[in-house]
């Protein structure tokens, strides 16, 4: 059947859009998930819209499946390897990958699925910087559209990347057209300025979902603040964490500070430095308390750096705020300020500050070097800002990952109301006994926070459609949808679940 299939995608896209060779396969199969690579039957890179219909036309006659994805660069959650094998990969991202339209007074740039966050920056200094990215801490080379639509997040105002999404073009399963939003009448002119138009919103379907390719958007983008001031403080215990949620609650709830809050564990913030010092422990993991004290005071991260950014006209202007901020962590008598001259200097902080500014950045990646052995898996639930629950999250976290042989490596993104807990964890694909304590470790994470009522969100492909089993009548939902739109399921089976 696939055999047919790339002939006739040859037929009408030409030969260079297809590649079935076995290392190609290999290739795009290729995670960092402990459940394994997973090859695809061979990858497709339509150069339009038309195509992305063509393609989706041809696998539905020749009963191939799907899997669509931008730049694959979604390390620790799947990359490009499909959710099943023998999925065919839709690298969107080789051949569509212009800016099409950058709007400076309305602040949104038209993007499509190819166009990487490095890109984007690019052009929006060689316009004269205007406009400000909300960046990732992901690999610079990631896209736009595809970290968005999958719920990736970032730091500025403007973090919540789907939210910031207006007028998806989306090719559906029978190879049909859909512009949401005003887009949907031809010729409208606010396709990219407003999303609550007429009738349902639909964007949300495009989400970590299986219901269509997303062939472009507008991106919105803030106007660059002439300064950006950073700030963090060091906090020296493991238990101060139920502290510092009640002093960051306030800060964001009143928007006091305008940028995410970001509290970092001691090691997610020198686990990008560092590599885990084997000789130390005699090979031993996780990393004993001393060690990780003494790691923690070489690079002043403490047990946890708080840090964030104020906006302003001029370095004058933003002082007042700074010493309103520095006044109101001091007040604990356990923050040490780490001010944002230092924070330029030292690469652990210099982080920070980058995401703050919409600055991509390469650095944090490092954190997958931390353990050798090339695996990695995000676990990202949400924490309320409540001082309480994060410190019971703290403990399950902790518990579970020491008990299993992994080091407590998480990063609190904090809003006004709940932070994403990003708990990064690496650790040894090569040793499959670690594999196995790997999926030991997720499996009683997710376990003991369904438990305590706090689900996870964003999930590594592995985990997926044991993630959605969990949700019996939310899936129904997303069945009934798919049968609706893709009866013939052509796209991805199995992507979150849905079938
Ligand atoms: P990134 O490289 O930006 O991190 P990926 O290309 O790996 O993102 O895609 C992330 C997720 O979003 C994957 O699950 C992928 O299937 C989905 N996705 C990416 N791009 C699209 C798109 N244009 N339309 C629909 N789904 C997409």
Same mark, same amino acid.
């Given at each position: ?43 497709? %890179? ?131 057209? =859909? ?27 495009? %989400? ?21 001031? #950073? !700030? ?35 090691? @997610? ?13 005699? #090979? ?17 991260? #403490?047990?946890?750096?708080? %840090?964030?950014? =104020?906006?302003?006209? %001029? ?40 995401? !703050? ?16 052995? #090339? ?78 009522? @706090? ?7 592995d985990r997926q459609e044991w993630a959605m089993g969990r949700l019996p009548e939310f899936e129904r939902t997303c069945s009934r949808l798919k049968a609706a739109l893709d009866p013939s399921g052509v796209l991805a089976p199995g992507k979150y679940g849905i079938e």
């Amino acid at each position: 059947m696939s055999a047919t299939f790339f002939a006739a995608v040859r037929g009408a896209l030409g030969a260079g859009a297809v590649d079935v060779s076995d290392a190609v396969r290999a290739e795009y199969g290729r995670n960092r998930l402990p459940g394994g690579d997973r090859r695809p039957a061979g990858v497709v %890179s339509p150069a339009s819209t038309d195509e992305v219909a063509t393609v989706v036309r041809l696998a539905g006659e020749h009963g191939v499946t799907l899997w669509p994805t931008s730049t694959g660069r979604n390390a620790g959650l799947g990359e490009f390897s499909p959710v099943r094998e023998h999925q065919v990969v839709v690298h969107l991202g080789r051949r569509m990958n212009r800016i099409v339209e950058v709007d400076e007074r309305l602040g949104y740039a038209v993007v499509e699925p190819g166009v990487t966050f490095r890109q984007l920056r690019a052009e929006l200094a060689r316009r004269g910087d205007t406009l400000m990215l909300s960046a990732t801490s992901g690999p610079p080379d990631g896209g736009i559209l595809g970290n968005a639509l999958d719920r990736g997040a970032g730091y500025t105002p403007y973090f919540d990347h789907f939210g910031m999404l207006c007028g998806l073009e989306v090719v559906l399963p029978d190879g049909g057209v =859909l512009r949401t939003g005003d887009g949907a009448l031809a010729g409208a002119k606010t396709r990219f300025v407003n999303k609550s138009g007429f009738g349902p919103l639909l964007d949300g379907l495009f %989400s970590q979902s299986n219901l269509g390719i997303v062939t472009r958007a507008a991106i919105w983008l803030m106007p660059r603040p002439p300064v950006i001031k #950073g !700030f963090a403080f060091a906090f020296p215990e493991d238990d101060d964490l139920a502290e510092i949620f009640e002093l960051v609650r306030p800060l964001k709830l009143t928007n006091a500070v305008p940028t995410l809050v970001k509290v970092t564990s001691g090691s @997610y913030g020198f686990g990008t430095e560092e590599r885990y010092p084997f000789h130390r422990t005699g #090979g031993a993991v996780p990393l004993p308390d001393e060690v990780r004290a003494e790691l923690q005071d070489r690079h002043g991260t #403490g047990a946890w750096l708080v %840090s964030g950014a =104020l906006y302003g006209p %001029s370095e004058q202007a933003l002082e007042p705020g700074i010493e309103r901020i520095r006044a109101h962590f001091e007040a604990s008598g356990k923050a040490t300020y780490v001010p944002h001259e230092r924070m330029v200097e030292d690469p652990v902080y210099k982080i920070h500050l980058d995401t !703050f500014g919409g600055e991509p950045t390469d650095r944090e990646l490092g954190l997958l070097d931390w353990r050798p052995g #090339g695996g990695a898996t995000w676990f990202l639930p949400a924490t309320p800002m409540l001082g309480e629950v994060a410190q019971l999250h703290q403990r399950t976290s902790r518990k579970i990952l020491t008990e299993h042989g992994f080091d407590y490596m998480v990063e609190f993104v904090c809003g006004p109301r709940a932070a994403r807990a990003l708990h990064i964890i690496v650790f040894n694909r090569e040793d499959p006994a670690e594999v196995a304590r790997m999926n030991a470790a997720y499996q009683a994470l997710v376990t003991a926070y369904d438990e305590l009522g @706090y689900p996870i969100g964003r999930t590594p492909t592995d985990r997926q459609e044991w993630a959605m089993g969990r949700l019996p009548e939310f899936e129904r939902t997303c069945s009934r949808l798919k049968a609706a739109l893709d009866p013939s399921g052509v796209l991805a089976p199995g992507k979150y679940g849905i079938e």
